[in-house]
């Protein structure tokens, strides 16, 4: 079952706009990672941020995290058309090894 | 090239036959996942490796199986396919047996069950 849910499904901006994508998961966690999937190619990992952790700057990422809600946001500024991908989030659930995916976050950026 | 090196990068097979998927881990990493991405599932855990141990179990089915070789590397084996189990079977590595590093995956091998 999935841990994580992504918000919104879908997401079509152009390119310089910022994109926010949500993620909600269910139990307490470690951590929280934010990975890229390319069509049909293999997750990148992007950015890791602790349970003890609000916020994260990695380039032009920003994640933030709020256990109290069970939430974070993922924000891509000045988005590219190199950007589309799926983007999920994956919850290290405390006590537990494995990382579980959300359901993802299609983004297409047009230039 | 992220390191995790996955063969064969497609394979289309019968209902009812055996197949193998290989993972060789990023060098350094000792541990070795499996997951399975399909359309309706999403991206599933299968399970987990450390060092040739197995640490973890997700959703695998009786009809799968791997294992961890003193090299490393990891295979996936796929038992009396069915058309479901059509998917994209991802391979992914990390340094420790936790969660507290990013997984390294491999581009994946697509598997079609026909």
């Known amino acids: 079952s999935q841990q994580g849910e992504e918000d919104p499904q879908a997401l079509s901006i152009q390119e310089g706009e910022n994109a926010t994508m949500n993620c909600s998961y269910k139990?307490?966690?470690?951590?929280l990672q934010w990975y890229r999937q390319n069509s049909g190619r293999g997750l990148v990992h992007l950015i890791l941020i602790r349970s003890n952790e609000r916020e994260k700057h990695s380039g032009r990422l920003r994640v933030t995290l709020d256990t109290s809600k069970k939430s974070s946001s993922l924000l891509i500024t000045a988005s590219r058309a190199a950007d589309t991908a799926s983007y999920f989030c994956a919850t290290a659930r405390t006590g537990f090894q494995k990382l579980v995916f959300g359901t993802g976050t299609r983004l297409l950026v047009s230039p | 090239d992220s390191g995790v090196t996955q063969t064969p990068k497609h394979l289309i097979t019968a209902t009812g036959q055996r197949v193998t998927l290989r993972c060789s881990p990023r060098s350094g990493d000792l541990s070795v996942y499996w997951y399975q991405q399909s359309l309706d599932q999403g991206l599933q855990f299968l399970i987990q490796y450390y060092n040739g141990e197995e640490r973890a179990k997700g959703n695998i089915l009786e009809r799968f199986s791997a294992q961890q070789f003193p090299d490393l590397h990891s295979e996936l084996n796929l038992s009396s396919l069915e058309l479901g189990d059509s998917a994209l079977y991802f391979c992914?590595?990390?340094?420790?047996?936790?969660?507290?590093?990013?997984?390294?995956f491999g581009s994946g091998t697509r598997l079609t069950v026909v």
């Open positions: 992914a590595s990390s340094i420790g047996t936790g969660d507290r590093y990013g997984y390294t």
């Open positions: 139990t307490s966690i470690n951590n």
